[in-house]
Antibody
């Protein structure tokens, strides 16, 4: 059973960069796609983007200019950086495994427990 | 931007059947997926590729899709099924989208 665990600061100041890391265990990161999803308090889920071990990425156009997802195969981890954050970026951030192909709508079969990131001064 | 629309809430008595719908213009060409989320927990995949059930998911959960509407059916609802249910698909550019979410209350 694949396990994912998010880590990073729980509080970020406005205009700064939100950085999170997802540690993957019981699965080699080079075997799949990996993604990030967030959920503002009391609201729905929003897909942020995903990455393949090769470094290929796909981002939600609404965040593309502020978002970078990277992968470190040596540590079996992938990371998210979201710059110029505002209070609207306050959310629980989940890392996930993404199952996708050229002929399949992608979906998310394993999720981390999520980490709350609050943007506040 | 593309949207998937779900009814905000559904109330059902134990043992009855709950049906949750998800509407979106791209659903005729894209698969629908369903997730269950209980308070304070991460979502769990319930249904993939419109109607397939991952191992470990009870048979009372089933999915279907026709035209622009996907449906999640919970047959013989149990108290433990009280949760938020989210549909998910993609638009024509393969940008992933989640539905607005449906709160299922077991009376």
């Amino acid at each position: 059973q694949v396990q994912l665990q998010e880590s990073g600061p729980g509080l970020v100041k406005p205009s700064e960069t939100l950085s999170l890391t997802c540690n993957v265990s019981r699965e080699t990161i080079s075997h799949s796609y990996w993604g990030w999803i967030r959920q503002p308090p009391g609201k729905g889920l929003e897909w942020l983007g995903y990455i393949y071990y090769s470094g290929n990425t796909k981002y939600n156009p609404s965040l593309k200019s502020r978002l970078t997802i990277s992968v470190d195969t040596s540590k079996n981890q992938f990371s998210l950086k979201l710059n110029s954050v505002t209070a609207a970026d306050t959310a629980v951030y989940y890392c996930t495994r993404v199952l996708t192909s050229s002929s399949l709508t992608g979906y998310f079969d394993y999720w981390g427990q999520g980490t709350l990131v609050t943007v506040s001064s | 931007s593309y949207e998937l629309t779900q009814s905000p809430s559904v109330s059902v008595s134990p043992g009855q059947t709950a049906r949750i719908t998800c509407s979106g213009d791209a659903l005729p060409k894209q698969y629908a997926y369903w997730y269950q989320q209980k308070p304070g927990q991460a979502p769990v995949l319930l249904i993939y590729k419109d109607s397939e059930r991952p191992s470990g998911i009870p048979e009372r959960f089933s999915g279907s899709s026709s035209g622009t509407t996907a449906t999640l059916t919970i047959s013989g609802v149990q108290a433990e099924d009280e949760a938020e249910y989210h549909c998910q698909s993609a638009d024509s550019s393969d940008i992933y989208v989640f539905g607005t979410g449906t709160k299922v209350t077991v009376l």
